[in-house]
């Protein structure tokens, strides 16, 4: 007698990642069952903006919707939106009210794709959640590990950091393996409609308005006017609200001087933005905040690795050190100072695991 099919629930966005994923899964035999979410209102009639290719818009399901049926699986549109509100885009808000730098992405992986979307997956019967991630789960050394993409620049491992043990366990990423272009490839030989779909790199639930315009409707008063400032105390200019600045940011500060001047503080007693030469943002060290560690707790003499502090950077060598409430990444050259918020992603020296990584404060 044949083992059992295993049930899987396939996350459907409407692109041609997520498609081919659910369609690699049919294929595998397995019993796929293909769940849209419904995470942010998009259309006029429930408050939400109408961009075509934004998340949950009635164009991105109609597609996913006409994929799954396509390849024979049942499709469902689960609504979350509470649920995305309240782990990801609150969250957001609130950050950036605070100072700090978000990254929903990651948040929206840790607490929806593979939190209540696992959740979802387990009512219904399922065992496993695949999405259209580039990224690759291995089991090693009684850990499960996270694997780099084949097409290194579309990996998303940096998206995944933050997954807990039990969510890689029960993972499935089908195109961890393909390139971009074979994702394409495979799509058109299957007539799926999404083949040749372009992609959206905009965060989904913020429209045209950009974040500046989102975060001034959630919350305006992070918009409140005070100065722009010299590190020697001389007065630059004015600024419309810290929500609009980053550390390190030296376009469209609006001001004028000798050298190039870059974000070096916002002091949040005063409400001013501080600026000052690239070299009063090098640090050797900064500390990390509510970490993951796939390979279980850091090493006692630290753990040397490659670090991306953001997505795309050129991965810099570190050695981040336990700590007490988190842990510290101790650059192996001075490195601009990250704003607090923003994932810290470590790497393994050949750059080809990611090993976890935590949140800059």
């Not at 794709?113 to 690759?136: C, N, S």
């Not at 100065?227 to 810290?242: A, C, F, S």
């Not at 943002?281 to 502090?309: K, N």
């Amino acid at each position: 007698m044949p083992p059992p099919m295993v049930r899987t629930v396939v996350g459907m966005s409407g692109g041609v990642d997520s498609s081919l994923a659910a369609a690699l899964m049919r294929e595998r035999g397995e019993d796929a069952v293909g769940v849209t979410m419904k995470l942010w209102p998009c259309a006029e009639t429930d408050g939400g903006f109408t961009r075509e290719d934004a998340c949950c818009s009635p164009t991105e399901t109609i597609d996913a919707r006409a994929v799954a049926l396509g390849l024979g699986l049942p499709h469902y549109v689960v609504d979350l939106e509470d649920e995305f509100r309240v782990g990801v885009v609150d969250g957001f808000v609130a950050a950036y009210a605070a100072g700090e730098t978000p990254n929903p992405c990651v948040r929206c992986n840790e607490k929806i794709k593979f939190g209540a979307l696992w959740d979802y997956a387990r009512q219904i019967g399922a065992e496993r959640v695949a999405t259209g991630h580039y990224a690759r789960v291995e089991r090693a050394f009684d850990r499960w590990l996270l694997r780099t993409a084949a097409d290194r620049g579309k990996d998303q491992t940096y998206f995944l950091f933050s997954l807990t043990q039990e969510q890689l366990a029960h993972a499935d990423f089908p195109i961890g393996d393909l390139t971009k272009t074979e994702v394409r490839e495979h799509a058109r030989v299957r007539a799926l409609r999404t083949a040749d779909k372009h992609e959206s790199q905009d965060i989904c639930f913020v429209g045209d308005e950009g974040i500046a315009g989102f975060l001034r409707r959630a919350q305006p008063d992070v918009f409140v006017p005070g100065p722009i400032e010299h590190e020697d105390g001389t007065v630059l200019g004015e600024h419309q609200g810290l929500a609009a600045y980053t550390l390190g940011q030296r376009k469209g500060l609006g001001v004028a001087w000798s050298e190039p001047l870059f974000v070096t503080r916002l002091d949040r007693a005063r409400n001013a933005v501080v600026l000052g030469p690239r070299a009063s943002l090098l640090v050797g060290a900064q500390r990390l905040r509510d970490c993951t560690w796939h390979l279980g707790a850091l090493p006692s003499h630290g753990l040397e690795c490659l670090v991306r502090p953001r997505h795309r950077a050129k991965p810099v060598a570190a050695t981040i050190m336990p700590g007490e409430g988190g842990a510290e990444v101790r650059w192996a050259e001075p490195q601009p100072r990250v704003n607090p918020g923003q994932a810290c992603v470590a790497y393994d020296q050949r750059d080809e695991y990611c090993l976890g990584g935590g949140w800059f404060t």
